[in-house]
């Protein structure tokens, strides 16, 4: 039912005319490549051909402004699998707002969505913080409304799933 390729398609539909970006099967990790001299568009890598992976790099790039869509993986640092604590933390932090448009996005396509740490060869981190701070961000966006491309994209979404175009905070249930 969930397959990558669907996904792809309505990024395609979406944005590539305006915002000249695909999204892209990608292998090991997950990256954002503006358009240079290798590619005349901007590239969404995401990883393995993961559904979830691909919703994950959608909502990062829905939430990007425009100077950051200019910046290979939208300037953002990132310390790969194995963080410290500290670096945890900051990722977590880093991540609030992407995992929760991530998840309204997953409710919107039928597709089970799972807080990720991303740092499973790291010390064990708390995670119910993090859940929590994901789950408000999802409160706000249910009251105030989402950014206008991840609204369109969340449309486009409940069409295709023929899920409901409203969104309520009932429908995302905190697991901690």
């Known amino acids: 039912m969930h397959q ?6 309505l990024f395609h539909e979406c944005f590539f005319e305006k915002y000249n970006t695909q999204l892209v099967k990608g292998t090991d990790e997950p990256l954002y490549l503006p358009a240079d001299e290798q590619s005349s ?4 890598f995401f990883a393995h051909g993961f559904y979830a992976s691909a919703l994950h ?3 990062h790039w829905l939430i990007a402004g425009e100077e950051r ?9 990132y310390v790969p699998d194995g963080r410290s604590p500290s670096e945890q933390q900051l990722f977590q932090s880093a991540e609030i707002k992407p995992q929760a448009l991530e998840w ?5 396509a039928k597709f089970p969505f799972q ?21 408000e961000q ?15 994209f969340r449309t486009a979404l409940c069409h295709f799933y023929q899920s409901p175009l409203a969104f309520r905070i009932e429908d995302f249930i905190l697991e901690v």
């Open 69 to 77: 869509r200019k910046q290979v993986d939208f300037g953002y640092w």
């Open 41 to 44: 568009h901007n590239r969404l």
């Open 138 to 152: 999802v409160k706000i966006y249910c009251a105030k409304g989402l950014p206008v491309r991840a609204q369109i």
């Open 104 to 108: 309204i996005l997953s409710v919107a």
């Open 57 to 59: 790099e959608c909502a």
């Open 115 to 135: 807080v990720s740490i991303d740092n499973l060869n790291g010390p064990e981190s708390e995670t119910t913080s993090f859940k929590k701070g994901v789950y």
């Open 4 to 9: 990558y390729e669907d996904l792809i398609a």
